[in-house]
């Protein structure tokens, strides 16, 4: 079983729809990233969340630690925002040597079409 | 100029070759990472450093090795390639100062085993 689910794991939206990507995890967290990886494959890290919502440009990421949930929206969406985006947790039972090792979701290939 | 670089970006070679993958950072953080990712799977952890001295096996490490020659370099050995380690290796560093511990990402290199 995946400690770490996304959905869906294909999505194409026309330019200007507002986007959900979710995540789920199975485990305890003492935090979770958003990830994006481009086509040319590189990695940019969007968000790190522990609670709350974060916001940054047309992009927001929420978290429910109580429901180990998370999603990412992407408002006004762009054929720029195609790409995969990747939900990665930190694993709790790490942080006492402080590590934060991640587990990866199999990430979610979004494709804008104008 | 890219804080965190890797050499080679592809790399071709046979069954059995020992190979090196090499990782420079110039943002000064003690963390390092070798990931890697295969198509439908997520980004796995090989081997992190948390500084010089402190390197420690991640859930994939057999068939690998690594060297922390300074802060700023993070190298990986393939001692004897096989097929099945075909696949795109990252690198990253992290900074758990300032409470968000980010992790950047080199832009990948390809390695195809025959």
């Known amino acids: 079983k995946n400690e770490v689910e996304q959905s869906p794991q294909n999505l194409t939206a026309q330019e200007g729809e507002f986007i959900t990507i979710n995540c789920s995890y199975s485990v305890g967290i003492s935090a979770l990233h958003w990830l994006q990886q481009h086509p040319g494959g590189g990695i940019v890290s969007l968000f790190m969340?522990?609670?709350g919502k974060k916001k940054h440009g047309r992009l927001i990421a929420t978290i429910n630690i109580q429901e180990k949930h998370s999603s990412l929206h992407i408002t006004a969406s762009h054929p720029r925002d195609s790409a995969v985006y990747i939900c990665a947790v930190e694993l709790i039972y790490f942080q006492h040597r402080g590590s934060e090792k991640l587990v990866f979701g199999k990430g979610t290939k979004l494709t804008v079409n104008p | 100029d890219a804080d965190v670089t890797q050499t080679p970006r592809n790399r071709i070679t046979k069954t059995g070759k020992r190979i090196m993958l090499e990782c420079s950072q110039t943002k000064g953080h003690d963390r390092m990472y070798w990931y890697r990712q295969d198509p439908g799977l997520g980004l796995r952890l090989i081997y992190y450093s948390f500084d010089v001295k402190d390197i420690n096996k991640g859930e994939i490490s057999d068939g690998y090795s690594v060297s922390r020659q300074a802060q700023a370099k993070f190298s990986l050995s393939l001692e004897s390639a096989i097929p099945n380690q075909t696949a795109l290796y990252f690198c990253?560093?992290?900074?758990?100062?300032?409470?968000?511990?980010?992790?950047?990402f080199g832009p990948g290199t390809r390695l195809t085993v025959l």
């Open positions: 969340l522990s609670s």
């Open positions: 990253a560093t992290s900074d758990p100062s300032g409470g968000a511990d980010t992790q950047y």
